[in-house]
T-cell receptor
Framework: KAGVTQTPRYLIKTRGQQVTLSCSPISGHRSVSWYQQTPGQGLQFLFEYFSETQRNKGNFPGRFSGRQFSNSRSEMNVSTLELGDSALYLC??????????????FGSGTQLSVL | EDQVTQSPEALRLQEGESSSLNCSYTVSGLRGLFWYRQDPGKGPEFLFTLYSAGEEKEKERLKATLTKKESFLHITAPKPEDSATYLCAVSSNTGNQFYFGTGTSLTVIP
């Protein structure tokens, strides 16, 4: 069974640009969550999508947005990039994190560098 | 506010030297506590889920325990391949998200 696939693996952008990251969850998983990971802050929750609906959102500015398609694939977009957006962006899929099984399966992430 | 604190931030052990990692949590109604392992350049990989105080789970040299305020990840006779960052996370009954600690970076020296 294929794992969670994130593309691209690495990305270099300049301030003010926008970026779109892609995530393909494990087959059969309907929930996709996004996290930002930085050395000082650890994993910070961005948002979660389930069946194309955003169910929960973390404390990030509106420049961060996402969506989920009918095949459960998800994209996140960051507009007007800032230097502080440099981080590893992780996607995690799950059957449904609201259930007790609640295990998240992570992709390898997209390493975004903003210059 | 739900939060997770892990200690120590970094730990260096000699091969075979057992130790424990700590995860203290504050959550309004614990749904589950999770341990993950993260290798450099990779996403976190699931290790254990604990649901109630007193519960224990084991996998090879790792054993996770849970109390009402904290969880421990015990590493018995570690090997160099156990070197990684270990992350703790909690989910609550009142929310739909996971709260992660900043992790413990473990280095096992041959």
């Amino acid at each position: 069974k294929a794992g969670v696939t994130q593309t691209p693996r690495y990305l270099i952008k300049t301030r003010g640009q926008q970026v779109t990251l892609s995530c393909s969850p494990i087959s059969g998983h309907r929930s996709v969550s996004w996290y930002q990971q930085t050395p000082g802050q650890g994993l910070q929750f961005l948002f979660e999508y389930f069946s194309e609906t955003q169910r929960n959102k973390g404390n990030f500015p509106g420049r961060f947005s996402g969506r989920q398609f009918s095949n459960s694939r998800s994209e996140m977009n960051v507009s007007t990039l800032e230097l502080g957006d440099s981080a590893l962006y992780l996607c995690a899929s799950s059957l449904d994190p609201r259930t007790y099984s609640g295990v998240l399966f992570f992709g390898s992430g997209t390493q975004l560098s903003v210059l | 506010e739900d939060q997770v604190t892990q200690s120590p931030e970094a730990l260096r052990l000699q091969e075979g030297e057992s130790s424990s990692l700590n995860c203290s949590y504050t959550v309004s109604g614990l749904r589950g506590l999770f341990w993950y392992r993260q290798d450099p350049g990779k996403g976190p990989e699931f290790l254990f889920t604990l649901y109630s105080a007193g519960e224990e789970k084991e996998k090879e040299r790792l054993k996770a325990t849970l109390t009402k305020k904290e969880s421990f990840l015990h590493i018995t006779a570690p090997k160099p391949e156990d070197s990684a960052t270990y992350l703790c996370a909690v989910s609550s009954n009142t929310g739909n998200q996971f709260y992660f600690g900043t992790g413990t970076s473990l280095t096992v020296i041959p």
